[in-house]
């Protein structure tokens, strides 16, 4: 290479840069790269937002859980220590007392003893508010009129017991709950929150202590420690259980369930399933699934299935049970958390409405607090009648 070659190349200018050219490819880049940044920062946010609300959560029912447990210690020992335990119906009284007082009272006390109009008015309105809702309420003032006009009845006093002989008869089961019955399976459902784990664990020691042989199947295979939560209510029953791991197909849990059923013997098979809100296909399709394999493996065994309503919801609790009947086929309601705000008239309108009669009821956290449901009570207790003084 000669000299003018090696001169040349030490002379020759650098390849131009567009400055324009680079300021657009870092104007791209840069709102790509913040995007994926705020992507990032957002999902982390999210995520921690949720863990958070989990574990709030969590912490809130675990408080409730224990509030509950320490609540009924607290009980035990005080009624240990006067010797006097209160009774399911004092308890029931209790809570119902609210609408006893504030809808039901002063109707039949307070405003003197003429039928009129107006007693027919603030008779609807009660029963409404009461949660008995207006198909039910129409109905039963429609009997109420009828029978108060073929008795020749005059006064309110005498019309409080004509309504509260209607309330008890409109609630009424045909039949009684698995009377006569050597086996059976009780198929439990209802949505989240309603105390449906509870229930069971309280209907298994009822049935425990009446010396029928039970076996509880963990079909709650959705919900975290779901299986665990029934485990303790079956060791404190003293029960068996069949149980899968979280995330196991339901079905197959009863179908274990049932063969240690049939090898053991037992009378009696409760199967829990995964709480589900009444509008969920996929999840309601899973209960039918299940139904199929019972009636698949147990075909001369009776089969019960109730629904878990919290007596708090209701009207609520009426749809609930329209789209539960529709996949399930209900035979009965456990209604729970009478002990509470619950206006009791959601009883009324379930059996009124649906057909489906109340077969148990629940006013408290202890397992004897969960009892059959009869309906003179219940009405006597929403009407402030004494127990002794029954007459339905």
């Not at 929403?382 to 003084?389: I, N």
Request: charged share 30%; aromatic share 4%; glycine share 8%.
């Amino acid at each position: 290479m000669s000299v003018w070659d090696l001169f040349k190349r030490k002379k020759k200018k650098p390849e131009k840069v567009d400055p324009a050219a680079n300021l657009n490819q870092e104007t791209e880049a840069k709102p790509a790269a913040e995007k994926a940044e705020l992507e990032t920062q957002e999902k982390a946010e999210r995520e921690a937002r949720e863990k958070a609300e989990r574990e709030a959560r969590e912490k809130a029912e675990r408080e409730a859980r224990e509030k509950a447990e320490r609540e009924a210690r607290e009980k035990a020992a005080a009624e240990k220590s006067t010797g006097k335990k209160e009774g399911f119906f004092s308890k029931l009284m209790g809570g119902l007392k609210k609408t006893r007082d504030t809808l039901f009272g002063g109707l039949f006390v307070e405003n003197g003893e003429k039928i009129d109009d107006e007693f027919y008015e603030e008779l609807e309105e009660a029963m409404i508010i009461s949660d008995m809702g207006m198909a039910t309420t129409e109905k039963l003032l429609g009997q109420l009129r009828s029978k108060l006009r073929s008795e020749g009845v005059h006064t309110r006093t005498e019309a409080k017991q004509v309504m509260i002989s209607l309330l008890a008869d409109c609630m009424r089961p045909e039949d009684g709950f698995l009377d006569g019955v050597n086996k059976a399976v009780i198929l439990v459902v209802g949505v989240n929150g309603v105390g449906k784990t509870t229930s069971i664990g309280k209907l298994a020691a009822m049935y425990k202590a009446d010396g029928r042989s039970v076996m509880l199947a963990a079909g709650d295979t959705f919900r975290a420690a779901a299986a665990e939560q029934l485990t303790i209510w079956a060791e404190r029953a003293d029960v068996p259980i069949v149980k899968h791991g979280e995330g196991a197909d339901p079905a197959a849990v009863v179908f274990d369930a049932i063969a240690s059923f049939k090898a053991k013997n037992c009378d009696i098979l409760i199967c829990d399933t995964a709480g589900r809100l009444h509008n969920k296909k996929n999840l309601m399709t899973e209960l039918a699934k299940i139904r199929k394999v019972i009636g698949r493996e147990l075909p001369d065994v009776p089969v019960e299935v109730l629904l878990v309503l919290d007596a708090t919801t209701g009207q609520n609790a009426i749809a609930q049970a329209k789209v539960f009947g529709e996949n399930c086929g209900l035979t009965g309601v456990v209604l729970t958390k009478l002990d509470g705000t619950a206006k009791g008239g959601i009883a009324v309108a379930i059996h009124s409405e649906l057909g489906i009669p109340v077969k148990y009821i629940g006013v408290g956290e202890t397992i004897e607090d969960l009892q059959k449901f009869d309906s003179n009570q219940f009405v006597n207790a929403l009407f402030e009648v004494g127990e002794e003084k029954s007459g339905c």
